[in-house]
Nanobody, 128 residues
Framework: QVQLVESGGGSVQAGGSLRLSCEASGYTWTRDCVGWFRQVPGKEREGVARIFTGTGDTYYADSVKGRFTISRDNAENTVYLHMNSLKAEDTAMYYC?????????????????????WGQGTRVTVSS
C-alpha cells in the first residue's frame, strides 16, 4: 500500500496561516482523488477538502471555503492544503486520505469511509 506522509502542522495564532503537505511515497498520482480530513477528540472526522489530481478539480467543506486551498504538485507527488485566516475551531489532527473506493466520484467523497488509505496525521493548533 502506498504510504501517505503528512507534514506542516504546528501552532499558530488565529488569523495565521499554515501549509500542510501530503506526499505519496513510491507512487505517482495521476488520476487520483486525495482528501484532507480533520478530527478532534470526541467528534466525528470531518472532510475538509478534496482534489482530483487528474484535472485539478477541487471540493471544499463550507466551513473552510474561502480560507483553505487544496492543490497538487504531480511532479512532487504531493498534495497541499493551504490554510489561511485560521480560527480556533480549525484546531484538530489533520489527515491525508487517498485510494477512493470504486464507484465513488471524487466530488461525492464526503465521508472518510470512502477512502482506504490514510496518513498518520499532523496536528494543527490555533490559539485565539
Amino acid at each position: 500500500q502506498v504510504q501517505l506522509v503528512e507534514s506542516g502542522g504546528g501552532s499558530v495564532q488565529a488569523g495565521g496561516s499554515l501549509r500542510l503537505s501530503c506526499e505519496a511515497s513510491g507512487y505517482t498520482w495521476t488520476r487520483d482523488c486525495v482528501g484532507w480530513f480533520r478530527q478532534v477528540p470526541g467528534k466525528e472526522r470531518e472532510g475538509v477538502a478534496r482534489i482530483f489530481t487528474g484535472t485539478g478539480d477541487t471540493y471544499y467543506a463550507d466551513s473552510v471555503k474561502g480560507r483553505f486551498t487544496i492543490s497538487r504538485d504531480n511532479a512532487e507527488n504531493t498534495v497541499y492544503l493551504h490554510m489561511n485566516s485560521l480560527k480556533a475551531e480549525d484546531t484538530a489532527m489533520y489527515y491525508c486520505a487517498a485510494d477512493l473506493r470504486r464507484g465513488v466520484p471524487c466530488g461525492d467523497a464526503y465521508s472518510g469511509s470512502d477512502f482506504r488509505n490514510w496518513g498518520q496525521g499532523t496536528r494543527v493548533t490555533v490559539s485565539s
